[in-house]
């Protein structure tokens, strides 16, 4: 007897996270969090097999609470994908736009829809979540109120789409990380291009990061990603999460990482994963 396969994402069912494990892994159950830490609990714990983990969006741009929880949570990253994201607006069964006064959703949902919502002369108000909103009006109907929310949320609520794709920006798209408690997933295949994400911390050193990140320019390793996020509400204390071209056995890659670790108190490779072809679209 085969054992179900489960993957965890953040979110109410229906949210964008939600419509990106039924689209990738169509064979595993997804099961809900409440909070990013209870997903990766779940994954940790070995409830779900694997998580589906937004990391950035294209105008909102990176999720701060993930690159806080990655460092610690001993899980390893083993894919990317890249979602565009669709917002309907949706109301209850029968209701029609000329009733709908009030649009309810979480507050970035509504910022990358806001022409399209004044276009349709309707007031917004914040919810904590698309999808929430979406469940919030199933259970307690009203003709005066939509929700912005995916479509799954419509299909899993039982709503009616009024207007479809309300966002204003077509190039709206969210990237998740795939995350696994495997400590030792099998490597990417050699015929595919291949991403490395690292976090590290420089030593307390007058250039540091400088003479940290020299050896990628010099080895010709393409960082892709460096941001900076503070440890522990410490102003002294930055961590850098980091993307690069490679794998760390790739002789530049493993180089340039020397040289960083010579800078570095503290330097942990979180995962080596095939590169998404949607990176490659112009």
Do not use: W
Not at 31 to 56: N, Y
Not at 239 to 247: I, K, P
């Amino acid at each position: 007897m085969s054992i179900l396969k489960k993957i965890a994402f953040q979110g109410e069912p229906g949210a964008n996270s939600h419509e990106a494990c039924r689209t990738y892994f169509p064979d595993y159950e997804a099961v809900p969090c409440a909070t990013f830490e209870e997903a990766f609990e779940a994954i940790k714990s070995g409830a779900c097999q694997l998580g589906m983990i937004p990391i950035e969006n294209s105008i909102a741009g990176r999720v701060a609470d993930v690159h806080h929880l990655l460092p610690a949570s001993g899980l390893q990253i083993i894919g990317e994908r890249f979602k565009p994201i669709r917002f309907q607006l949706m109301a209850n069964k029968g209701v029609t736009l000329e009733t709908v006064k009030i649009a309810s959703s979480m507050p970035i949902a509504l910022s990358q829809c806001r022409q399209s919502l004044k276009k349709l002369g309707l007031a917004h108000e914040s919810a904590g979540d698309t999808a929430g909103a979406a469940k919030a009006l199933a259970l307690k109907p009203d003709p005066t109120r939509a929700a912005v929310a995916p479509a799954l949320a419509a299909e899993i609520y039982g709503l009616d789409i009024l207007a479809k794709d309300i966002e204003d920006e077509r190039n709206n798209t969210t990237r998740f990380l795939v995350m696994t408690a495997d400590k030792s997933p099998a490597a990417p295949p050699f015929t595919h291009r291949c991403v490395t994400s690292f976090v590290f911390k420089v030593r307390n050193l007058p250039a540091a990061l400088y003479k940290a990140l020299g050896g990628f320019a010099t080895n010709g390793v393409n960082m892709t990603k460096l941001e900076s996020y503070m440890e522990g509400g410490a102003f002294t204390a930055t961590f850098f999460y980091a993307e690069v071209d490679g794998r760390p056995e790739d002789r530049p890659l493993a180089l340039a990482f020397d040289e960083l670790k010579f800078f570095s108190e503290k330097f942990e490779v979180l995962g080596v994963y095939p590169a998404d072809p949607f990176r490659d679209r112009v």
